[in-house]
């Protein structure tokens, strides 16, 4: 199984300012045959369902507002929020979706987002 | 759009059985496989199992022995039972629609809390 960690476990940023996620899979995620990175990330805002904001380690999702934006390769990933508004306070999760048989994919442990 | 129904108490080693309805689509639809991801209180994912609409199961490894998915297309509908609970079955259920060919989980229901308690 491909094992997913992230870091810091939380942060506080004010407002306006950058907030930078780290996300790191045990095995790269990169299919070799499609060049596709199997890589994503969801919101988690309080008492909500997690929501689906990047694919593809670096593609948005409908509606998600492009102060965030995914980066990275292979195995290191990152989540950054370019200019965090209250909205913006929420577990945020990586999820890689390497595997084709379903349920083969695996979250990270969260990372909790706050205003200071 | 997709809802969890069920009880939010169950007693230990009784079982944990819970509905997810979907509307505004077809279950039957070939795009998704309908899952299942629980969320202990403050802790992260686990996926528990998904189901294709044509009744096909995969199941999380270490729930396996003690889970049953099922299907009823004639109510856009998907379950879950799952035997013998704990108190680390605590959790909040969420339900959930999975890319088929690609296992990002697409939309989620708002999820259930079910506490296995006494």
């Known amino acids: 199984d491909i094992v997913m960690t992230q870091s810091p476990d939380s942060l506080a940023v004010s407002l306006g300012e950058r907030a930078t996620i780290n996300c790191k899979s045990s095995?790269?995620?990169?299919?070799?045959?499609?060049?596709?990175?199997?890589l994503a990330w969801y919101q988690q805002r309080p008492g909500q369902p997690p929501k689906l904001l990047i694919s593809w380690a670096s593609t948005r999702e409908s509606g998600v507002p492009d102060r965030f934006s995914g980066s990275g390769s292979g195995t290191d990933f990152t989540l950054t929020i370019s200019s965090l508004q209250a909205e913006d306070v929420a577990v945020y999760y990586c999820?890689?979706?390497?595997?084709?048989?379903?349920?083969?994919?695996?979250f990270g442990p969260g990372t909790k987002v706050a205003i200071k | 759009q997709l809802r969890e129904s069920g009880p939010g108490l169950v007693k230990p080693s009784e079982t944990l059985s819970l509905t997810c309805a979907v509307s505004?689509?077809?279950?039957?639809?070939?795009?998704?496989?309908w899952g299942w991801i629980r969320q202990p209180p403050g802790k992260g994912l686990e996926w528990i199992g998904s189901?294709?609409?044509?009744?096909?199961?995969f199941y999380n490894p270490a729930l396996k022995s003690r889970l049953t998915l099922s299907v009823d297309t004639s109510k856009n509908q998907f379950s879950l039972k799952l035997t013998s609970v704990t108190a680390a079955d605590t959790a909040v259920y969420y339900c959930a629609s999975l890319g088929r060919w690609q296992q990002l989980v697409l939309y989620w229901g708002q999820g259930t809390l079910v506490t296995v308690s006494s």
């Open positions: 095995q790269s995620v990169l299919y070799s045959s499609n060049n596709k990175t199997y």
């Open positions: 189901i294709y609409y044509s009744g096909s199961t």
């Open positions: 999820q890689q979706y390497y595997g084709t048989i379903p349920g083969s994919f695996t």
């Open positions: 505004n689509g077809s279950i039957t639809t070939s795009l998704y496989y």
